[in-house]
């Protein structure tokens, strides 16, 4: 935090992020706590968070809309899986019917932050990406929802002879507005999302397309358009076909989830039969599709209506699975001796991950090591007091544990209103034992590990990726649950500035 103590504007509730999570709070926040002031930091210049910064061919939702969706506006464009701008379009609709955008402050990068514990606030320092002003702003509740990703720039891997390539290099994060691929050979290095998106994307205007991968992916093909979903929309309100079909896609997803940890080979046996019925005998299913993994180990990777497939049995694609030797002036060359002939190459490795923006935390102006902190219910860290933070799931959409996070932020809110109190703050126990915040194996997951938040072993510690217990035990369960603690301000420390507080019992 600066040395500078300027005048700084004072308001209830400061969400950081104006994305698809920062816009669900600030609507959860209007509808659950009426009477909170709140404005809302973006770094960016435009909101949409990761879908108005990923601009690359085909970028769109690997997660189904009804559920990706949030639960209080009907998703209706129909498409399962929706491409980035009509998602930011949705999200830019959600804002602007519900009066949010005008709290919404662009260009505004939140850097650091500090809890003042004796009158139970956080000053927050921000700079403007436009001016290289200082702002400074004080909140009773701070809301991070920024996501979990790095936006300026992915997982770079430097390959040898990288400047010997005579063609372009494309990072997807980076991708140039309006570029012209038609007629060009492109390599696209990785199997996971991006790659698979980008792909069938491509494939139309490029002379070729190779996925280069140095091991398999669990692709799984999926309708592009939900028949019953269609379906409850004809006979159904347009609210009640959109949450019928919600639950629906919730209930498919965990018991799938749940069948692929209990019975893995069910599940890569039936992921497996599905792209030897898409190919045929075109490609080596076993050595190209055939990860070393279980099933959601790592994320999944949709192919709707099959495009992925469709665009490798036309031969406007193909899969190499190889190893890099290094870059040469005309493309790739390979381990096993293949030389990939290529006039683009686009590293799709992979992303980096960084809490809450890379911004920094302070209580009473001693720093806060992230990888002390441990997850309270998937949304709090400890020992960090008015603090939550919007983790959605990896084993579903995103937004569905971000609406229940959402909610319990404003029960909070609420309760601490009516027993007075100024301050929440989880209390591990000193026995607790940790394991890691996120379940997958994921390459940018495991590379993240060292540098993120632990979660415990045993609730509310414990993070389990499963909604239907989030929800029970968030918007059900008790807030005082001997785990959160609650505690007031006292008069003193509120008149003189001495940072004293007396817990509540």
């Not at 909170?36 to 968070?49: C, V």
């Not at 997660?63 to 998602?87: E, Q, R």
């Not at 850097?111 to 956080?122: F, T, Y």
């Amino acid at each position: 935090m600066s040395d500078a103590n300027p005048v700084c504007e004072e308001i209830d509730v400061l969400i950081v992020g104006a994305g698809v999570s920062g816009i669900g709070a600030a609507h959860h926040l209007q509808r659950r706590n009426p009477d909170k002031s709140y404005l809302i930091l973006e770094a960016r210049e435009d909101m949409g968070g990761t879908w108005d910064l990923f601009r690359y061919p085909g970028i769109r939702s690997d997660s189904d809309m009804h559920t990706f969706g949030y639960a209080f506006k009907p998703w209706l464009g129909g498409k399962v899986f929706a491409d980035g701008p009509a998602i930011k379009s949705y999200v830019r609709e959600t804002a602007d019917e519900a009066g949010i955008t005008p709290h919404v402050r662009f260009r505004h990068r939140v850097i650091a932050s500090n809890w003042d514990s004796a009158r139970a606030r956080w000053r927050v320092e921000a700079k403007r990406t436009d001016t290289g002003e200082r702002v400074h702003i004080e909140c009773r509740f701070l809301m991070m929802c920024s996501g979990y990703y790095r936006y300026d720039h992915g997982h770079v891997v430097k390959f040898e002879g990288e400047k010997d390539f005579r063609g372009d290099i494309l990072h997807p994060q980076h991708w140039p507005e309006d570029y012209d691929y038609s007629g060009k050979k492109v390599v696209i290095i990785g199997s996971g999302a991006t790659a698979v998106t980008l792909v069938p994307a491509m494939a139309d205007k490029a002379a070729h397309v190779t996925m280069l991968q140095r091991s398999p992916t669990y692709i799984a093909p999926r309708p592009a358009r939900d028949a019953v979903a269609d379906f409850f929309h004809k006979v159904l309100p347009t609210k009640l076909a959109y949450s019928v079909t919600r639950v629906k896609n919730v209930l498919i997803s965990i018991f799938f989830f749940e069948l692929a940890k209990r019975r893995p080979n069910i599940v890569k046996n039936m992921v497996l039969k599905h792209i030897r019925q898409e190919l045929g005998d075109k490609l080596d299913v076993e050595k190209h599709f055939t990860p070393k993994y279980n099933p959601w180990d790592e994320r999944f990777c949709a192919a709707p209506d099959g495009d992925f497939f469709e665009v490798l049995k036309k031969d406007q694609a193909s899969v190499v699975t190889d190893h890099i030797e290094r870059f040469t002036e005309t493309g790739i060359q390979l381990k096993s001796g293949q030389h990939l002939e290529a006039d683009i190459i686009v590293p799709a490795t992979g992303l980096e991950m960084l809490l809450a923006g890379g911004m920094t935390f302070h209580i009473d102006g001693q720093p806060v090591e992230p990888t002390q902190c441990i997850s309270y219910r998937g949304m709090m860290l400890s020992p960090i007091p008015n603090m939550a933070i919007a983790f959605g799931y990896t084993n579903a959409s995103w937004t569905l544990k971000i609406d229940l996070t959402c909610e319990r932020v404003g029960r909070l809110l609420n309760h601490m209103d009516a027993k007075g109190y100024d301050y929440c703050v989880p209390e591990p126990p000193a026995d607790l034992e940790t394991m890691p915040l996120l379940n997958l194996n994921s390459g940018y997951i495991k590379r993240a590990e060292p540098y993120l938040p632990k979660q415990g072993t045993v609730p509310p510690w414990r993070t389990y990726q499963n909604y239907i217990q989030d929800m029970l035990a968030i918007r059900y369960g008790k807030l005082e649950d001997g785990a959160l603690k609650f505690g007031r301000a006292t008069e003193a420390a509120q008149s003189t500035g001495h940072p004293v507080a007396d817990a509540a019992e």
